[in-house]
């Protein structure tokens, strides 16, 4: 379903009513049906509402609102327009950085944060063959798919269905959305705000993850959260929601469940 939001049509799948709901923000090159099992393994327990970024998926494609803080503002945003109360943001990758931020201005109703497999605050600028492969990764399907089977992103083969879906995602994104991450977003320094989160917050990192690793993690994620925890899912690679949706689904259940309400 559509939702208008600062004056952009956002799509989003709701399910569910009882609050805290889980708020999904996906990755670089993903939509909301990349946390499509894993909501379906927590229905009934909460409610869930997993969005495609602007530039991405079925919502509107913009020139230009790409920054960390114009994302952050939209999830806030959308929040606000479903007049949800209480929640917690699960931020994947990209959508992890997003929701760093999201959380640092404290905004009301936000009970906690999970991290999955996040993008690090600090600046990341890595060597110049790699971006230069990033920056073309979602160029076309066999960019893609070379991606795919590289093992970078994922530590399990695909089912067809899941391949399509990946492919089709990450197709999806404007020119604008696909190149804010690698040329503007990944080298922005949210550090200092991130110091500011003061809600329980969950680091779930893949075991088998090669775009963040768990020493990455730790050094430039948990190092700037205060008191943050750290799981890990063994044999995930850095698509945890594709990877191991119920493992991770226990996870974000588990940590909700031990939060003040």
């Given at each position: 379903?559509?939702?208008?939001?600062?004056?952009?049509?956002?799509?989003?799948?709701?399910?569910?009513?009882?609050?805290?709901?889980?708020?999904?923000?996906h990755?670089?090159?993903?939509?909301?049906?990349?946390?499509?099992?894993?909501?379906?393994e927590?229905?009934?327990?909460?409610?869930?509402?997993?969005?495609?970024?602007?530039?991405?998926?079925?919502?509107?494609?913009?020139?230009a609102?790409?920054?960390?803080?114009?994302?952050?503002?939209?999830?806030?945003?959308?929040?606000?327009?479903?007049?949800?109360?209480?929640?917690?943001?699960?931020?994947?990758?990209?959508?992890?950085?997003?929701?760093?931020?999201?959380?640092?201005?404290?905004?009301?109703?936000?009970?906690?944060?999970?991290?999955?497999?996040?993008?690090?605050?600090?600046?990341?600028?890595?060597?110049?063959e790699?971006?230069?492969?990033?920056?073309?990764?979602?160029?076309?399907?066999?960019?893609?798919?070379?991606?795919?089977?590289?093992?970078?992103?994922?530590?399990?083969?695909?089912?067809?269905?899941?391949?399509?879906?990946?492919?089709?995602?990450?197709?999806?994104?404007?020119?604008?959305?696909?190149?804010?991450?690698?040329?503007?977003?990944m080298?922005?320094?949210?550090?200092?705000?991130?110091?500011?989160?003061?809600?329980?917050?969950?680091?779930?990192?893949?075991?088998?993850?090669?775009?963040?690793?768990?020493?990455?993690?730790k050094t430039?994620?948990?190092?700037?959260?205060?008191?943050?925890?750290?799981?890990?899912?063994?044999?995930?690679?850095?698509?945890?929601?594709?990877?191991?949706?119920?493992?991770?689904?226990?996870?974000?259940?588990?940590?909700?469940?031990?939060?003040?309400?």
């Amino acid at each position: 379903m559509l939702y208008q939001v600062e004056g952009l049509s956002i799509h989003a799948e709701v399910h569910g009513t009882a609050e805290p709901a889980l708020v999904f923000l996906h990755y670089w090159g993903g939509t909301s049906r990349t946390w499509r099992k894993v909501a379906a393994e927590l229905q009934g327990q909460f409610k869930t509402v997993a969005y495609d970024a602007r530039g991405w998926g079925k919502s509107d494609k913009t020139l230009a609102g790409y920054k960390l803080a114009d994302l952050a503002d939209e999830v806030l945003s959308l929040i606000k327009a479903l007049r949800i109360k209480r929640y917690v943001l699960v931020g994947h990758s990209m959508g992890g950085k997003v929701a760093q931020l999201a959380a640092s201005s404290r905004p009301v109703g936000l009970l906690g944060l999970i991290l999955v497999a996040p993008a690090q605050p600090t600046p990341r600028r890595n060597p110049e063959e790699m971006r230069q492969r990033q920056l073309h990764v979602y160029d076309n399907r066999e960019n893609v798919l070379k991606a795919i089977s590289s093992g970078i992103l994922t530590a399990h083969p695909l089912s067809p269905e899941i391949l399509d879906q990946i492919v089709e995602d990450s197709l999806s994104g404007s020119r604008e959305a696909t190149m804010a991450f690698p040329m503007k977003s990944m080298l922005e320094d949210i550090s200092s705000e991130v110091a500011k989160i003061n809600v329980p917050t969950v680091l779930i990192a893949g075991e088998l993850d090669q775009v963040d690793s768990i020493e990455r993690h730790k050094t430039e994620v948990l190092a700037y959260i205060p008191k943050a925890e750290f799981k890990i899912i063994n044999g995930s690679g850095h698509l945890i929601p594709i990877d191991e949706p119920t493992q991770l689904a226990k996870e974000i259940a588990r940590f909700v469940g031990r939060l003040p309400t």
